[in-house]
C-alpha cells in the first residue's frame, strides 16, 4: 500500500531563472512548519540540480523529484520545521 503525499504548499517557478527558483523554494521552506510538504514546480535545469543539494545542507527531507513533461519537473520536499 502507498501512502499518498499531501500537498501543503505550491511554488510554481516556471519558466524563471537562476537565482529566483532556488531562492523561492528556500523562502517557501522556512515560513513551513516540520512535515509540512513543499510542492515545487519548475522548468530550470540547474536549479533542479541545485536544490536538492541545498535541502542536504538545510536539513530537509527531498521526497521526490519526477520529470512531468518536457523540461518540466516537480519536487515534493518535506519541511524540517524551522519555524
Known amino acids: 500500500m502507498t501512502e ?3 500537498v501543503t ?3 510554481d517557478v516556471r519558466g ?3 537565482p529566483y527558483p532556488d531562492m523561492k523554494t528556500m523562502v517557501a521552506l522556512k ?3 516540520k512535515g ?3 510542492e515545487v514546480l519548475m522548468d530550470y535545469p540547474l536549479s533542479i540540480e541545485r536544490i536538492p543539494r541545498s535541502l542536504k545542507k538545510k536539513k530537509h527531507n527531498l521526497l521526490s523529484v519526477v520529470q512531468v513533461e518536457g523540461p518540466d519537473h516537480r519536487l515534493l520536499i518535506e519541511a524540517f520545521g524551522l519555524k
Open 4 to 6: 499518498e503525499v499531501v
Open 9 to 11: 504548499k505550491t511554488v
Open 16 to 18: 524563471e531563472i537562476c
Open 31 to 33: 515560513k513551513m512548519k
Open 36 to 38: 509540512e510538504v513543499l
